[in-house]
Protein backbone atom coordinates (compact mmCIF):
# COMPACT_ATOMS: atom_id res chain seq x y z
CA UNK A 1 0.00 0.00 0.00
CA UNK A 2 1.38 3.56 -1.03
CA UNK A 3 2.05 5.57 1.51
CA UNK A 4 2.11 8.66 -0.18
CA UNK A 5 0.60 12.22 1.12
CA UNK A 6 -3.34 12.42 1.24
CA UNK A 7 -3.51 14.87 -1.70
CA UNK A 8 -1.74 11.80 -4.20
CA UNK A 9 0.95 11.43 -5.72
CA UNK A 10 1.37 14.70 -7.57
CA UNK A 11 1.53 16.21 -4.12
CA UNK A 12 4.12 13.74 -2.42
CA UNK A 13 6.60 14.95 -5.55
CA UNK A 14 5.71 17.99 -4.93
CA UNK A 15 6.83 18.00 -1.31
CA UNK A 16 10.30 15.62 -2.35
CA UNK A 17 11.08 18.52 -4.92
CA UNK A 18 10.55 21.07 -2.28
CA UNK A 19 12.65 19.34 -0.03
CA UNK A 20 15.36 18.23 -2.75
CA UNK A 21 15.74 22.16 -3.48
CA UNK A 22 15.86 22.98 -0.04
CA UNK A 23 18.51 20.96 0.74
CA UNK A 24 20.36 21.08 -2.82
CA UNK A 25 20.20 24.61 -3.23
CA UNK A 26 23.16 25.30 -0.92
CA UNK A 27 25.06 22.31 -1.95
CA UNK A 28 24.84 23.78 -5.24
CA UNK A 29 26.01 27.01 -4.23
CA UNK A 30 28.94 25.53 -2.37
CA UNK A 31 29.79 23.58 -5.63
CA UNK A 32 29.71 26.35 -7.89
CA UNK A 33 31.61 28.70 -5.41
CA UNK A 34 34.33 25.37 -5.33
CA UNK A 35 34.10 25.82 -9.24
CA UNK A 36 34.74 29.36 -9.18
CA UNK A 37 37.84 28.93 -7.11
CA UNK A 38 38.78 26.36 -10.24
CA UNK A 39 37.79 28.79 -12.79
CA UNK A 40 39.60 31.91 -11.01
CA UNK A 41 43.02 29.93 -10.98
CA UNK A 42 42.36 28.66 -14.87
CA UNK A 43 41.93 32.67 -15.42
CA UNK A 44 44.54 33.74 -14.15
CA UNK A 45 46.67 31.38 -14.93
CA UNK A 46 45.44 31.97 -18.48
CA UNK A 47 47.22 35.35 -18.28
CA UNK A 48 50.36 33.55 -18.93
CA UNK A 49 49.59 31.76 -22.20
CA UNK A 50 48.88 28.38 -23.67
CA UNK A 51 51.66 26.41 -22.26
CA UNK A 52 50.46 27.32 -17.81
CA UNK A 53 47.36 26.23 -19.01
CA UNK A 54 48.09 23.15 -20.54
CA UNK A 55 50.71 22.92 -16.78
CA UNK A 56 47.96 24.21 -15.07
CA UNK A 57 45.03 21.57 -16.92
CA UNK A 58 47.47 18.81 -16.60
CA UNK A 59 48.02 19.07 -13.06
CA UNK A 60 44.76 19.57 -11.93
CA UNK A 61 43.93 16.48 -13.57
CA UNK A 62 47.01 14.49 -12.10
CA UNK A 63 45.63 15.83 -8.51
CA UNK A 64 42.19 15.70 -8.68
CA UNK A 65 42.30 12.10 -10.23
CA UNK A 66 44.41 10.60 -7.02
CA UNK A 67 42.53 12.89 -4.67
CA UNK A 68 39.21 11.81 -5.64
CA UNK A 69 39.67 8.10 -4.36
CA UNK A 70 39.83 9.57 -1.47
CA UNK A 71 36.80 11.77 -1.79
CA UNK A 72 34.83 8.24 -3.02
CA UNK A 73 35.89 6.50 0.43
CA UNK A 74 34.33 9.70 1.95
CA UNK A 75 31.15 9.21 0.22
CA UNK A 76 30.99 6.01 2.31
CA UNK A 77 29.88 8.16 4.81
CA UNK A 78 27.04 9.70 2.69
CA UNK A 79 24.64 6.40 3.58
CA UNK A 80 25.68 5.81 7.34
CA UNK A 81 24.94 9.01 7.99
CA UNK A 82 21.55 9.59 6.26
CA UNK A 83 20.18 6.52 7.57
CA UNK A 84 20.97 6.97 11.15
CA UNK A 85 19.32 10.75 11.12
CA UNK A 86 16.48 9.06 9.52
CA UNK A 87 16.40 6.62 12.39
CA UNK A 88 16.74 9.12 14.72
CA UNK A 89 20.17 8.11 15.72
CA UNK A 90 22.26 11.48 15.97
CA UNK A 91 25.04 9.60 18.40
CA UNK A 92 25.37 7.26 16.10
CA UNK A 93 25.74 10.08 13.19
CA UNK A 94 28.47 11.59 14.89
CA UNK A 95 30.19 8.36 15.29
CA UNK A 96 30.43 7.37 11.89
CA UNK A 97 31.40 11.16 10.61
CA UNK A 98 34.44 11.54 13.25
CA UNK A 99 35.27 7.33 11.95
CA UNK A 100 35.20 9.37 8.43
CA UNK A 101 38.15 11.94 9.99
CA UNK A 102 39.70 9.18 10.90
CA UNK A 103 39.52 7.31 7.41
CA UNK A 104 40.46 10.66 5.47
CA UNK A 105 43.79 11.08 7.66
CA UNK A 106 44.65 7.45 6.64
CA UNK A 107 43.65 7.32 3.37
CA UNK A 108 45.68 10.70 2.50
CA UNK A 109 49.07 9.18 3.24
CA UNK A 110 49.42 6.55 0.23
CA UNK A 111 47.61 9.55 -1.70
CA UNK A 112 50.47 12.31 -1.25
CA UNK A 113 53.06 8.88 -2.24
CA UNK A 114 51.01 8.39 -5.66
CA UNK A 115 50.72 12.16 -6.74
CA UNK A 116 54.75 12.64 -5.96
CA UNK A 117 55.28 9.84 -7.54
CA UNK A 118 52.85 11.03 -10.50
CA UNK A 119 54.94 14.36 -10.59
CA UNK A 120 58.44 12.52 -11.46
CA UNK A 121 56.65 10.17 -14.20
CA UNK A 122 54.91 13.27 -16.11
CA UNK A 123 57.11 13.51 -18.63
CA UNK A 124 56.04 9.53 -19.64
CA UNK A 125 52.36 10.19 -20.08
CA UNK A 126 51.98 11.98 -22.74
CA UNK A 127 52.48 15.74 -21.81
CA UNK A 128 54.34 18.26 -24.12
CA UNK A 129 57.65 18.73 -23.24
CA UNK A 130 57.12 22.18 -22.41
CA UNK A 131 54.41 21.49 -20.07
CA UNK A 132 56.44 19.10 -17.75
CA UNK A 133 57.61 21.25 -15.51
CA UNK A 134 55.06 23.72 -15.13
CA UNK A 135 53.08 20.41 -13.83
CA UNK A 136 55.28 19.62 -11.42
CA UNK A 137 55.17 22.87 -10.04
CA UNK A 138 51.72 22.83 -9.66
CA UNK A 139 51.31 19.37 -8.25
CA UNK A 140 54.29 19.85 -5.75
CA UNK A 141 52.47 22.93 -4.66
CA UNK A 142 48.68 21.29 -4.62
CA UNK A 143 49.67 18.60 -1.91
CA UNK A 144 49.39 21.13 1.10
CA UNK A 145 45.52 21.17 0.22
CA UNK A 146 45.10 17.46 -0.38
CA UNK A 147 44.03 16.27 3.85
CA UNK A 148 42.41 19.45 4.50
CA UNK A 149 40.32 18.68 0.89
CA UNK A 150 39.18 15.38 2.46
CA UNK A 151 38.31 17.12 6.10
CA UNK A 152 36.25 19.05 4.27
CA UNK A 153 34.33 16.56 2.25
CA UNK A 154 33.67 14.88 5.59
CA UNK A 155 32.55 17.66 7.35
CA UNK A 156 30.07 18.46 4.41
CA UNK A 157 29.09 15.00 4.85
CA UNK A 158 28.02 15.39 8.11
CA UNK A 159 26.16 18.85 7.81
CA UNK A 160 24.48 17.94 4.79
CA UNK A 161 22.81 14.83 6.45
CA UNK A 162 21.60 17.05 9.46
CA UNK A 163 20.44 19.57 7.10
CA UNK A 164 23.18 22.73 8.59
CA UNK A 165 24.62 23.26 5.09
CA UNK A 166 24.84 27.04 5.88
CA UNK A 167 28.45 26.82 6.72
CA UNK A 168 29.28 25.43 3.80
CA UNK A 169 28.00 28.25 1.91
CA UNK A 170 29.92 31.04 4.15
CA UNK A 171 32.82 28.74 3.89
CA UNK A 172 33.12 28.96 0.08
CA UNK A 173 32.25 32.60 -0.42
CA UNK A 174 35.10 33.28 2.41
CA UNK A 175 37.24 31.16 0.39
CA UNK A 176 36.55 33.20 -3.49
CA UNK A 177 36.71 36.16 -1.53
CA UNK A 178 40.33 35.69 -0.28
CA UNK A 179 41.78 32.97 -3.38
CA UNK A 180 41.55 36.00 -6.20
CA UNK A 181 44.28 38.38 -4.80
CA UNK A 182 46.26 35.47 -3.86
CA UNK A 183 46.27 33.68 -6.93
CA UNK A 184 46.84 37.11 -8.54
CA UNK A 185 49.64 37.62 -6.65
CA UNK A 186 51.19 34.49 -6.07
CA UNK A 187 51.00 33.90 -10.12
CA UNK A 188 51.77 36.76 -11.86
CA UNK A 189 53.11 39.13 -8.62
CA UNK A 190 52.62 42.33 -7.64
CA UNK A 191 55.56 44.55 -9.54
CA UNK A 192 54.01 47.62 -7.73
CA UNK A 193 54.71 46.22 -4.56
CA UNK A 194 58.27 44.75 -5.11
CA UNK A 195 56.79 40.76 -5.29
CA UNK A 196 57.58 38.56 -7.71
CA UNK A 197 54.67 36.18 -9.74
CA UNK A 198 55.74 32.34 -8.93
CA UNK A 199 54.02 31.18 -12.26
CA UNK A 200 51.56 27.55 -12.23
CA UNK A 201 52.97 26.85 -8.79
CA UNK A 202 51.29 30.63 -7.24
CA UNK A 203 48.34 28.91 -8.55
CA UNK A 204 48.77 26.00 -7.40
CA UNK A 205 49.48 27.12 -4.04
CA UNK A 206 47.03 29.55 -3.79
CA UNK A 207 44.32 27.00 -4.16
CA UNK A 208 45.65 25.30 -1.01
CA UNK A 209 45.63 28.40 1.00
CA UNK A 210 41.83 28.97 0.08
CA UNK A 211 41.14 25.25 0.97
CA UNK A 212 42.41 25.67 4.48
CA UNK A 213 40.09 28.61 4.68
CA UNK A 214 37.04 26.94 3.39
CA UNK A 215 37.43 24.19 5.87
CA UNK A 216 38.01 26.10 8.70
CA UNK A 217 35.14 28.42 8.35
CA UNK A 218 32.86 25.20 6.95
CA UNK A 219 33.74 22.86 9.88
CA UNK A 220 33.35 25.76 12.30
CA UNK A 221 29.63 24.57 13.85
CA UNK A 222 30.81 21.03 14.55
CA UNK A 223 32.91 22.52 16.95
CA UNK A 224 30.02 23.24 18.97
CA UNK A 225 27.90 20.27 17.41
CA UNK A 226 26.99 18.12 21.35
CA UNK A 227 26.93 14.89 19.70
CA UNK A 228 30.70 15.29 18.21
CA UNK A 229 31.87 16.90 20.73
CA UNK A 230 30.55 14.13 23.10
CA UNK A 231 33.87 11.54 24.07
CA UNK A 232 32.10 8.45 23.19
CA UNK A 233 31.64 9.83 19.67
CA UNK A 234 35.39 11.26 19.43
CA UNK A 235 37.30 7.94 20.35
CA UNK A 236 38.71 5.65 17.53
CA UNK A 237 36.47 2.85 16.42
CA UNK A 238 37.81 0.42 14.23
CA UNK A 239 34.82 -1.02 13.07
CA UNK A 240 33.38 1.83 11.93
CA UNK A 241 36.38 2.90 10.40
CA UNK A 242 36.80 0.13 8.63
CA UNK A 243 32.73 0.55 7.50
CA UNK A 244 33.39 3.48 6.23
CA UNK A 245 36.16 2.18 3.99
CA UNK A 246 34.53 -0.93 2.91
CA UNK A 247 31.34 1.15 1.48
CA UNK A 248 33.38 4.23 0.06
CA UNK A 249 36.71 2.34 -1.54
CA UNK A 250 34.40 1.15 -4.47
CA UNK A 251 33.26 4.47 -4.66
CA UNK A 252 36.35 5.99 -4.18
CA UNK A 253 36.96 3.69 -7.15
CA UNK A 254 34.46 4.40 -9.21
CA UNK A 255 35.14 7.94 -9.25
CA UNK A 256 38.75 7.26 -9.96
CA UNK A 257 37.51 5.34 -12.95
CA UNK A 258 35.07 8.49 -14.30
CA UNK A 259 37.76 10.79 -13.30
CA UNK A 260 40.59 8.63 -15.26
CA UNK A 261 38.90 8.35 -18.79
CA UNK A 262 38.83 12.11 -18.45
CA UNK A 263 42.51 12.34 -17.63
CA UNK A 264 43.20 10.01 -20.37
CA UNK A 265 41.57 12.03 -22.71
CA UNK A 266 43.22 15.25 -21.15
CA UNK A 267 46.88 12.98 -22.32
CA UNK A 268 45.10 12.06 -25.47
CA UNK A 269 44.53 15.49 -26.48
CA UNK A 270 47.79 16.89 -25.58
CA UNK A 271 49.91 14.76 -28.15
CA UNK A 272 48.34 16.91 -30.27
CA UNK A 273 49.92 19.93 -28.94
CA UNK A 274 49.22 22.69 -26.56
CA UNK A 275 46.57 24.31 -28.41
CA UNK A 276 44.30 21.82 -28.38
CA UNK A 277 45.18 20.95 -24.80
CA UNK A 278 44.44 24.53 -23.63
CA UNK A 279 40.67 24.43 -25.50
CA UNK A 280 40.13 20.96 -24.00
CA UNK A 281 40.95 22.24 -20.64
CA UNK A 282 38.74 25.45 -20.99
CA UNK A 283 35.64 23.65 -22.58
CA UNK A 284 35.90 21.07 -19.80
CA UNK A 285 36.18 24.05 -17.16
CA UNK A 286 33.10 25.34 -18.18
CA UNK A 287 31.18 22.16 -18.65
CA UNK A 288 32.40 21.69 -15.13
CA UNK A 289 30.27 24.45 -13.64
CA UNK A 290 27.25 22.73 -14.70
CA UNK A 291 28.20 19.35 -13.32
CA UNK A 292 28.30 21.34 -10.20
CA UNK A 293 24.87 21.73 -10.07
CA UNK A 294 23.98 17.86 -10.78
CA UNK A 295 26.38 16.64 -8.22
CA UNK A 296 25.07 18.82 -5.65
CA UNK A 297 21.47 17.88 -6.69
CA UNK A 298 22.82 14.07 -6.34
CA UNK A 299 24.40 14.73 -3.29
CA UNK A 300 20.57 16.04 -1.75
CA UNK A 301 19.38 12.84 -3.31
CA UNK A 302 21.82 10.26 -1.38
CA UNK A 303 20.45 11.96 1.48
CA UNK A 304 16.88 12.35 0.26
CA UNK A 305 17.12 8.60 -0.55
CA UNK A 306 19.07 7.71 2.97
CA UNK A 307 16.72 9.13 5.67
CA UNK A 308 13.80 7.40 3.43
CA UNK A 309 15.32 4.15 4.34
CA UNK A 310 16.16 5.36 7.67
CA UNK A 311 12.63 5.39 8.79
CA UNK A 312 11.35 2.32 6.78
CA UNK A 313 9.41 4.46 4.07
CA UNK A 314 10.01 2.36 0.83
CA UNK A 315 7.65 4.67 -1.24
CA UNK A 316 9.01 7.67 0.08
CA UNK A 317 12.90 6.20 -1.08
CA UNK A 318 12.04 5.45 -4.61
CA UNK A 319 10.15 8.90 -5.11
CA UNK A 320 13.33 10.95 -3.70
CA UNK A 321 15.38 9.00 -6.11
CA UNK A 322 13.08 9.32 -9.04
CA UNK A 323 12.89 12.78 -8.47
CA UNK A 324 16.03 14.00 -7.85
CA UNK A 325 16.87 12.23 -11.32
CA UNK A 326 14.12 14.19 -13.46
CA UNK A 327 15.39 17.07 -11.73
CA UNK A 328 19.39 17.00 -12.91
CA UNK A 329 18.07 15.57 -15.80
CA UNK A 330 16.38 18.50 -16.99
CA UNK A 331 18.65 21.14 -15.81
CA UNK A 332 21.07 19.90 -17.62
CA UNK A 333 18.96 20.24 -20.52
CA UNK A 334 19.10 23.57 -20.01
CA UNK A 335 22.36 24.11 -19.72
CA UNK A 336 23.20 22.16 -22.89
CA UNK A 337 21.11 24.39 -24.84
CA UNK A 338 23.44 27.30 -23.69
CA UNK A 339 26.49 25.61 -24.23
CA UNK A 340 25.05 25.19 -27.97
CA UNK A 341 23.73 28.85 -28.09
CA UNK A 342 26.77 30.72 -26.90
CA UNK A 343 30.22 28.80 -26.99
CA UNK A 344 32.37 31.64 -27.80
CA UNK A 345 31.21 33.85 -25.04
CA UNK A 346 31.97 31.64 -22.42
CA UNK A 347 35.50 30.90 -23.75
CA UNK A 348 36.21 33.93 -23.51
CA UNK A 349 34.95 34.63 -20.01
CA UNK A 350 38.84 32.37 -18.82
CA UNK A 351 40.66 33.76 -22.39
CA UNK A 352 41.46 36.80 -23.91
CA UNK A 353 43.71 34.31 -26.15
CA UNK A 354 41.84 33.97 -29.96
CA UNK A 355 43.44 30.70 -30.86
CA UNK A 356 42.56 28.93 -27.60
CA UNK A 357 38.84 30.53 -27.94
CA UNK A 358 38.34 28.57 -31.31
CA UNK A 359 40.76 25.84 -30.30
CA UNK A 360 37.73 25.75 -27.64
CA UNK A 361 34.60 25.46 -29.61
CA UNK A 362 34.75 21.96 -31.29
CA UNK A 363 34.63 20.87 -27.62
CA UNK A 364 32.24 22.33 -26.45
CA UNK A 365 29.75 21.72 -28.86
CA UNK A 366 30.50 17.80 -28.03
CA UNK A 367 30.43 18.73 -24.09
CA UNK A 368 26.85 20.10 -25.14
CA UNK A 369 25.66 17.10 -26.11
CA UNK A 370 26.65 15.15 -23.24
CA UNK A 371 25.00 16.77 -20.50
CA UNK A 372 21.89 14.84 -20.30
CA UNK A 373 23.87 12.02 -19.81
CA UNK A 374 26.37 13.49 -17.14
CA UNK A 375 23.40 14.82 -15.34
CA UNK A 376 20.88 11.76 -15.12
CA UNK A 377 24.39 9.66 -14.85
CA UNK A 378 25.58 11.81 -11.74
CA UNK A 379 22.26 12.14 -9.58
CA UNK A 380 21.60 7.81 -10.71
CA UNK A 381 24.70 7.48 -8.47
CA UNK A 382 23.74 9.69 -5.59
CA UNK A 383 20.36 7.86 -5.26
CA UNK A 384 22.11 4.28 -5.39
CA UNK A 385 25.04 5.99 -3.16
CA UNK A 386 22.24 6.75 -0.31
CA UNK A 387 20.61 3.35 -0.73
CA UNK A 388 24.00 1.98 0.58
CA UNK A 389 24.90 0.63 -3.04
CA UNK A 390 27.75 1.28 -3.97
CA UNK A 391 29.69 -1.36 -5.68
CA UNK A 392 26.95 -1.78 -8.63
CA UNK A 393 28.24 2.26 -9.57
CA UNK A 394 32.02 0.66 -10.36
CA UNK A 395 30.92 -1.89 -12.22
CA UNK A 396 29.00 0.29 -14.75
CA UNK A 397 31.30 2.88 -14.62
CA UNK A 398 34.21 0.34 -16.03
CA UNK A 399 31.67 -0.53 -18.50
CA UNK A 400 30.81 3.06 -19.69
CA UNK A 401 33.89 4.68 -19.47
CA UNK A 402 36.58 2.03 -19.76
CA UNK A 403 34.97 -0.86 -22.34
CA UNK A 404 32.87 1.42 -24.21
CA UNK A 405 33.35 5.16 -24.27
CA UNK A 406 37.70 5.47 -24.28
CA UNK A 407 38.25 2.46 -27.10
CA UNK A 408 34.95 4.30 -28.98
CA UNK A 409 36.79 7.73 -28.63
CA UNK A 410 40.41 6.30 -29.26
CA UNK A 411 38.99 4.66 -32.82
CA UNK A 412 37.64 7.93 -33.77
CA UNK A 413 40.17 10.16 -32.78
CA UNK A 414 42.41 9.53 -35.83
CA UNK A 415 39.55 10.04 -38.42
CA UNK A 416 37.91 13.29 -36.23
CA UNK A 417 40.66 14.89 -34.07
CA UNK A 418 41.32 15.29 -30.85
CA UNK A 419 37.50 16.43 -30.41
CA UNK A 420 36.64 13.11 -31.03
CA UNK A 421 37.63 11.81 -27.94
CA UNK A 422 35.02 13.31 -26.41
CA UNK A 423 32.36 11.66 -27.98
CA UNK A 424 34.02 8.34 -26.81
CA UNK A 425 33.14 10.15 -22.94
CA UNK A 426 29.51 10.69 -24.01
CA UNK A 427 28.68 7.23 -25.21
CA UNK A 428 30.12 6.55 -21.63
CA UNK A 429 27.89 8.89 -19.66
CA UNK A 430 24.88 7.78 -21.15
CA UNK A 431 25.71 4.00 -20.63
CA UNK A 432 25.99 4.86 -16.88
CA UNK A 433 23.40 6.94 -16.90
CA UNK A 434 20.82 4.25 -18.37
CA UNK A 435 22.07 1.22 -16.02
CA UNK A 436 22.20 3.72 -12.96
CA UNK A 437 18.51 4.49 -13.24
CA UNK A 438 17.45 1.02 -13.98
CA UNK A 439 19.33 -0.64 -11.07
CA UNK A 440 17.70 2.27 -8.67
CA UNK A 441 14.31 1.26 -10.40
CA UNK A 442 14.68 -2.13 -9.52
CA UNK A 443 15.99 -1.74 -6.19
CA UNK A 444 13.32 0.03 -5.32
CA UNK A 445 10.73 -2.45 -5.97
CA UNK A 446 11.17 -3.53 -1.87
CA UNK A 447 11.93 -2.40 1.20
CA UNK A 448 15.82 -1.51 1.07
CA UNK A 449 17.55 -2.79 4.50
CA UNK A 450 19.65 -0.50 6.21
CA UNK A 451 23.84 -0.73 5.85
Known sequence: MSDAPQDGLAGGVGVELRALSKLSGPLVVTNLGNMLLALVDVAVVGRLGETSIAAAGLGNAIFFTTTLFGVG???????????????????RAARAFVSGVHAAILVSIPLVLVI????????????????????????????????????????????????????????????????????????LGAPSLGIEGHGVFGAGLASAIATVVQLVVSAWPLARDAYVRH??????????????????????????????????????????????????????????????????????????VGTAIGRGDAA????????????????????????????????????????????????MFVAACFQLGDGAQTVAQGALRGAGD??????????GHWIIGLPLGLALHARLGPEAMWWGLTAGLFTVAVLATARFVVLTRKTIARV
Open 116 to 187: LALAQVVAHLGAPAEAIEGTRDYLHARLFSLLPFLLLMAARAYLQAIGKTSSLVVGVVVANVVNFPIAWVLT
Open 390 to 399: TRFPLFVNLL
Open 316 to 363: ATRRAGLVGIASGTIFMLASALVLFAIPRELSRMLTDDPHVIEASLPF
Open 73 to 91: VLFGLDPLLAQAIGAKEPE
Open 231 to 304: AEARRFELELVRRVLALGSPLGMQIVLEAGSFAVVTFVVGTAGTRPLSGHQIALSVVSCTFQVALGVGAATSVR
